[in-house]
């Protein structure tokens, strides 16, 4: 299949086209964010100090190096390990109106229906493939709660980012889901003949 | 009298293996990554392989981390009896640029080997031990690692390596698995028995189909490597650890003169 290209911030109906396993190249802003920046949204009830509309998070803490007041270069930047933030995801679509959430190793099956329901997806992107995400990111332009640091919210503009699978659609589909049921069938055939 | 400074040379050496070790992932997992890469059938997972080539190349072009994650500096020392520096003066060496050692001594030699295994901690998240009980046996221990690795799924950066501890105790079955990460693909177990696991676990792990990144595909785990010790007669432990697609790590051996060979394939 063809690699689709997609500009964010991006609105419902974009998001409804894609399907569980297209193949997408992302432009325009992505947010950073990651642990601590979830819990002081959701848990902490702390309105984020930039506009998550249409917005496409990433999955970060990145590497940077201080170079003015609220001003940052890139070092080496990748992506963590996205299960850990799970159960932010109704939050971010109903709230905030967030259309895709982006890191490694996929989200678990309670995500599969917030994305249906908020019409979001969530991108795989290849985990520990840092210095080429690094060279896809052109910018670092935003940076808010930096006593966060290095867990802030961060603005990047990107260009041609990716390979990113389309892990989790906004149709109920989850490669994950399907990928660890076919694994599970397997298991028990092989238990049998262990 | 002893005049070279070898806790200078040490504490060099392991701030290089470990910079090295980040930025320079070994021969042999290259070479099992593009074997990866070609075997591999399923659309997303040769497109995750391939990108982690693309991604090896340019660390390299660019001079930068392979991963973002530079992870928990794990050393690992075999520590000749006749090597002239005092333990105490080897770990306040390695403490400039790590966080943990761990240690060997070996009678008559006096030489001291140095390996640095930075662990990110996506993959180190997927360790998983259990008490399984003697009669569980072989299979028990079989069934435990593939459910371990079906449940980590794409959490832990596959196709990477899977280390098995096997025996001791529980904490020493874990550091047993984390021996077995260390190894270079393509070593094998010198106990005949072990190594027939290893081919095992390889071959059924690869049946589970969770494929590089968890996404699908033929390739999820690049080699299997079990380590085993002696244990109680009522204990049967089983530690898992996984080392993610990258498996950085670098060695040096320290001669009693100080000189320092850095070796890219131990």
Redesign the interface.
Known sequence: MAIQKLTFPTNEEEIRKLRAGDEVLVDGHIIGIRDRTHIRIFDQGVAPPMDLGGAFLLHTAPGVKKVGPGKYEKVCIGTTTSARMVRFTDGLGAQYGVRAICGKGGLPDEAIEPMRKHGMVYFAIVGGAAALETTQIEEIEEVAWEELMPECLWKFRVKDFGPLIVGIDSHGNSLFHDVQERAKQKLEEIYARL | MITTDLQGILEDAAAHLYVWALMDIPQDLRDALVDASERETS??GR??LS??L???Q??DD?K??????TGIAVYTCRVGEHFPLHPTRIYAALKAGTERANWEFIPEWDGLDVKCVPK???SE?MSFLKMCIPADGV?GI??FV??SI?GA?????PPGIVGVGIGGSADYAMYLAKEAIARPIGTKNPDPHVAKLEEELYA?LN?????P????GDVTVLQCHVEHADTHMTLNPVAVNYQ???ARRASAHITVDGVVDYDREA
């Open positions: 659309v997303p497109r995750v990108t982690i693309r991604n090896v340019i660390a660019q930068n981390l392979v991963c973002q994650d990110g901690s996506g998240n299979k079989k069934q593939l459910e079906v799924g794409g959490k832990p950066c059924l049946e589970t189909g969770i494929g990144m968890g996404l699908g993610c697609w990258a």
